[in-house]
């Protein structure tokens, strides 16, 4: 089986097309759809990489980032922005919260994957 990744996203649309992706890529994908589910889901499965959508409902995905970073089984797992945030200083606060990279969207299919790969950790 291929890494595990996590991706909290709210929207369908998106799970969908980077699940599609990812999975046609050989990784396994495992959804959540709010803050508090990505945060439960992580540190039960310990994925190898976690995508994560700032925009989310309840608790937003710098508050997630964060939340993430101070679990000492997460402290090193890669989390990468997947957001359609793409102002001037968006990037810095994401990385701010606790990303290791930064994705925006609309993501593009063809380059999806060489952005995502970047993050994940090498066997």
């Known amino acids: 089986m291929g890494k595990r990744i996590l991706y909290i996203?709210?929207?369908e649309q998106n799970m969908y097309l980077v699940t599609f992706l990812l999975e046609k890529h050989g990784y396994s994908v495992s959804p959540a759809t709010d803050?508090?589910?990505?945060?439960?889901k992580a540190a039960a499965e310990k994925p190898d990489l976690i995508l994560l959508d700032i925009q989310l409902?309840?608790?937003?995905?710098y508050a997630v980032a964060?939340?993430?970073r101070s679990n000492p089984d997460l402290a090193v797992t890669p989390?990468?922005?997947v957001t359609s945030y793409a102002m001037a200083g968006d990037r810095d606060k994401a990385m701010a919260a606790g990303c290791n990279g930064y994705i925006e969207k609309p993501?593009?299919?063809?380059t999806f994957i060489q952005q995502v790969e970047q993050h994940l950790p090498k066997d």
Do not use: T
């Open 107 to 110: 993501i593009n299919p063809d």
């Open 35 to 40: 803050g508090q589910e990505g945060i439960d």
């Open 66 to 68: 964060r939340s993430l």
């Open 79 to 81: 989390i990468v922005a």
């Open 9 to 11: 996203e709210d929207n």
């Open 57 to 61: 409902p309840k608790m937003d995905g």
